[in-house]
């Protein structure tokens, strides 16, 4: 498996990753009609654009083994509201059958380190206060936990919790 910068032709694939992986993941926590309402061609037009525009402020990501299996996409942090934070963990996702295998460390520390590259000295992510295995997973590499925030999604209120990571410290 190769831990890449994506280019415009893994769009599809990044799509597909994307919407599998949300239905395998947030069932249950989603409502149905969010889940069955997001779509591959959706999905890749939002990438494709982003990698089309020059200056799009968007890294990302693919984990590819023939096909993508895996994809994150960093940036600057979306305003919310840790002004230490400049840099932001947009979305990680690796396909359920190829999890546990280390792509998803592998993908959070290459853009990690091209973020600290790019001057920045902290990242956050925002994950779902209900997603008890990306929780897990963020804070087995050091994250931490800097606040929670109440998103609506699909019409419902969720709570989504923030972890912190100290690029320069590197614990992940
Ligand atoms: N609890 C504790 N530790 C964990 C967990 C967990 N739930 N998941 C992974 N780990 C540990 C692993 O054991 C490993 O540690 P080790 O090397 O010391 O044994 C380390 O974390 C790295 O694990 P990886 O194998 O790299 O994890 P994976 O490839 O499965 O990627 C991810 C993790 C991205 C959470 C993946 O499982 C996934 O896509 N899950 C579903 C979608 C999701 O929740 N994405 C994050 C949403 S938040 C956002 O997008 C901003």
């Given at each position: 498996v190769r831990i890449r910068r994506?280019?415009?032709?893994d769009v599809p694939g990044v799509a597909r990753v994307q919407v599998d992986t949300?239905?395998?993941?947030?069932?249950?926590v989603v409502p149905e009609a969010f889940l069955e309402g997001l779509s591959y061609e959706g999905q890749a037009e939002r990438w494709a654009q982003g990698l089309k525009t020059p200056t799009w402020p968007g890294r990302l990501f693919v984990a590819e083994s023939g096909e993508v299996v895996g994809f994150a996409a960093f940036g600057p942090d979306r305003a919310s509201g840790f002004p230490d934070y400049t840099a932001e963990l947009w979305t990680l996702y690796v396909l359920p059958a190829w999890q546990g295998k280390g792509?998803?460390?592998?993908?959070?520390?290459?853009?990690?380190?091209?973020?600290?590259?790019?001057?920045?000295?902290?990242?956050?992510?925002?994950?779902?206060?209900?997603?008890?295995?990306?929780?897990?997973?963020?804070?087995r590499l050091g994250g931490v936990l800097l606040g929670e925030r109440e998103i609506t999604l699909g019409g419902i209120k969720l709570w989504e919790?923030?972890?912190?990571?100290?690029l320069w410290g590197q614990r992940w």
């Open positions: 994506a280019r415009l032709e949300w239905r395998a993941t947030y069932r249950g792509l998803g460390r592998a993908l959070f520390q290459e853009g990690a380190r091209l973020l600290r590259a790019e001057s920045h000295r902290r990242m956050l992510v925002w994950v779902l206060k209900e997603n008890l295995q990306g929780r897990g997973f963020y804070e919790v923030a972890y912190g990571f100290d």
